[in-house]
């Protein structure tokens, strides 16, 4: 898989009633130096449809996004395929995850991105005509967003996801919170918060 890269992708945030306040830690991402990095086993086992471990991947390079997260999100170290990353537990310790990738190009484009998540959940693929149900889109801070919600998986312990995908120059970054069904509801308002604080880097004269 080294240049077959594996995004992430996301919600409908139509509807979606207030949650906490999600607005008290921001991040700015920095250009990276080195566009080519190897996964470490643990990283590429988790970037969507990876098969295999200490796979070269190819991240986005250039000016990155910022956000703030909201106060109960837990930030996560970030990693070789990873921009941003956070945990979400509920009352059981049950957690959810959240991560921020970028890769160059589109990656496919929006249906491949679609499918590799909806595959991960034991869904079946989408036609090319049913994408636009499927998915809505956002105008945010001068970026455009696609969103995705979508659950599967066993039915005794469904999981969901709720992703956005946002071009950004000549690379695509993926927002993707996943994690068992009933915590990812309950975070549903509080990721549509979160994805209005991300923003591009100002342009330089």
């Known amino acids: 898989m080294s240049h077959r890269l594996l995004p992430l ?16 830690s921001t991040y700015r991402v920095p250009k990276e130096k080195s566009p080519a990095m190897t ?14 471990a200490n796979t070269p991947v190819t ?4 000016p990155g996004l910022s956000w703030s ?3 109960h999100w837990t930030a996560k170290p970030a990693s070789a395929m990873r921009k941003g ?9 049950e ?3 959240l991560s921020i990738t970028a890769f160059p190009g589109d990656v496919g484009g929006d249906l491949a991105n679609v499918n590799r998540w909806r595959s991960q959940l034991q869904l079946p693929p989408l036609a090319a005509t049913e994408l636009a149900s499927a998915t809505a889109h956002l105008d945010v801070n001068g970026l455009h967003l696609t969103t995705v919600d979508f659950t599967g998986g066993p039915t005794a312990k469904p999981q969901r996801v709720l992703g956005a995908i946002i071009p950004v120059g000549n690379a695509t970054w993926f927002f993707k919170l ?5 915590l990812v509801a309950r975070e549903q308002a509080a990721f549509a918060s979160f994805l209005q604080t991300i923003r591009a ?3 330089t004269s």
């Open 9 to 24: 992708v996301v919600l409908t945030a139509l509807g979606l009633t207030s949650c906490r306040d999600p607005q008290i």
């Open 95 to 97: 957690p959810a995850d």
């Open 39 to 52: 996964a470490t086993p643990a990283a590429a086992a988790s970037a969507p449809g990876a098969t295999m």
């Open 69 to 71: 997260a909201p106060a």
């Open 201 to 203: 880097p100002r342009p």
């Open 85 to 93: 990353s956070y945990a979400i537990t509920d009352d059981s310790g």
């Open 178 to 182: 996943t994690g068992p069904a009933a």
């Open 59 to 62: 991240t986005a390079e250039g």
